[in-house]
């Protein structure tokens, strides 16, 4: 029996791309997606057995579709495909529960396998991908009881972090010098005992900085 896919992505030439890699792989796509509002409209109606999601789409972005998503069927898999090798969105794709984040770059071998792994119900994230977030969400929560909780500044930065932005696009944001954002993202990490910011999204998430 055929497993039931989903295409979530806002160029058609994407979604056909992914018609022609699973040709013969036992898949079949039961609805494409332009963007997340139609994603998660459809993901909800036609009940697939697994959902492939792009994130950077129109009216709601990927990864708010998949949280979305989550809270109606937690047990719905769904597997992020992009084109950005953003480990902000990959902490937040852990964070919302994703079965696993594929690049676009990736072999129809890895694909394949991805998705059938994740119609099984399993995950399909590496374990350098898991022990990086994995280790935000073990950490104490800090909260209030921070001995040097973050400033107002250093909140700010954490959210453009969790924006998926480089230092340099903070500084123009923020109308700061890079050399500026790199302190502040530097203090942030010693605060709050991380090491990344993978791990910095990841624990904003869980103290509800960003949703």
């Given at each position: 029996m055929s497993i039931r896919l989903l295409v979530a992505d806002d160029h058609p030439m994407v979604r056909a791309g992914v018609k022609k890699m699973i040709e013969g792989k036992d898949i079949k796509i039961v609805a494409e997606c332009a963007d997340g509002v139609e994603a998660l409209t459809q993901t909800l109606k036609r009940k697939p057995d697994v959902v492939l999601m792009d994130i950077r789409m129109p009216q709601r972005d990927g990864l708010n579709a998949l949280g979305r998503i989550k809270i109606e069927n937690p047990d719905m898999p769904v597997l992020m495909y992009s084109g950005f090798d953003n480990p902000t969105y990959i902490a937040r794709a852990v964070a919302l529960g994703a079965n696993g984040y594929l690049m676009k770059t990736c072999s129809v071998g890895e694909l394949i396998s991805a998705i059938k792994t994740a119609a099984k119900g399993e995950d399909t994230w590496t374990r350098t991908?898991?022990?990086?977030?994995?280790?935000?969400?073990?950490?104490?929560?800090?909260?209030?009881?921070?001995?040097?909780?973050?400033?107002?500044?250093?909140?700010?930065?954490?959210?453009?972090?969790?924006?998926?932005?480089?230092?340099?696009?903070?500084?123009?944001?923020?109308?700061?010098?890079?050399?500026?954002?790199?302190?502040?993202?530097?203090?942030i990490l010693r605060k709050i005992g991380l090491t990344d910011r993978t791990q910095a999204a990841t624990w904003a998430l869980r103290i509800g900085l960003i949703s």
């Open positions: 991908e898991l022990r990086r977030v994995t280790g935000a969400l073990a950490t104490p929560r800090p909260g209030v009881s921070l001995e040097a909780p973050l400033t107002q500044r250093e909140i700010e930065v954490v959210r453009y972090i969790c924006d998926g932005m480089t230092n340099k696009q903070i500084g123009e944001e923020m109308e700061i010098s890079y050399e500026t954002v790199k302190e502040h993202v530097q203090h």
